[in-house]
């Protein structure tokens, strides 16, 4: 009797690359030959393969493909889908006032990224550049598989108060009586010449022309004064 031991196909595919990052959402093409085999591992669907849905670590992605025959074979790749680095963004207080134009040292850790963000340059972040509003403050960091990640805080930058006072003439005798003064919003303080609490002596003042400030503070601990 005659008997035939068939070779079995010589198998292969390409597209796989040696490492992903988890946050790669992408589908990746895989091409088998001979044309006609099935995929299969984590992250397959079809002849597809995504990291995300794989997870984190070394997957063994398999194209298996039988022949006229009746003879399969395969051939196995490993891929490994690498995770994120933790990242923290420290230097920033919940708000700010539109006026402060001190700037901020911002810190990213592990070290080496970059930061972005309205009235950010470098890695100082100025409140009075972002203006008033609410920001998101950006840290980005790529570490040693290439993988790219990011943690953003938002920021508040408060507009300052609209102040205002009445009562004071524009020009007084300096024999004169006290005048009541009246600033809004209520709470805040004057200052100058002939104050005393929220009242105008100009006797006291004396003659000349005097600055009469009304400064008020709000519950952002924004400070304006006219």
């Known amino acids: 009797q005659t008997v035939v031991v068939n070779p079995l196909p010589v198998v292969s595919y390409a597209g796989l690359s040696s490492s992903y990052c988890i946050n790669d959402t992408f589908p990746v093409t895989l091409n088998g030959t001979p044309v006609g085999g099935t995929f299969s591992g984590p992250g397959i669907s079809g002849a597809f393969f995504t990291p995300s849905d794989a997870g984190v670590g070394t997957h063994d992605v398999i194209y298996t493909y039988t022949d006229n025959n009746g003879c399969t074979n395969a051939d196995t790749q490993q891929v490994t889908v690498n995770g994120l680095t933790a990242l923290i963004l420290s230097g920033l207080s919940a708000s700010y006032c539109e006026d402060d134009t001190n700037g901020v040292l911002l810190a990213g850790t592990p070290a080496g990224g970059s930061f972005s963000g309205a009235g950010v340059t470098g890695n100082v972040f100025v409140p009075a550049d972002a203006g008033a509003g609410i920001h998101d403050i950006t840290y980005t960091h790529t570490d040693g598989n290439s993988c790219t990640n990011s943690v953003t805080e938002t920021v508040v930058v408060n507009e300052l108060p ?39 002596n100009p006797t006291t003042a004396g003659v000349g022309t005097h600055s009469i400030v009304y400064e008020y503070t709000d519950g952002n601990g924004c400070t304006n004064s006219v």
């Open 162 to 200: 609209v102040v205002s006072f009445s009562g004071l003439a524009p020009e007084y005798c300096e024999d004169a009586a006290q005048v009541q003064l009246s600033g809004s919003p209520s709470g805040g303080t004057f200052d100058g010449l002939g104050i005393t609490g929220n009242t105008f």
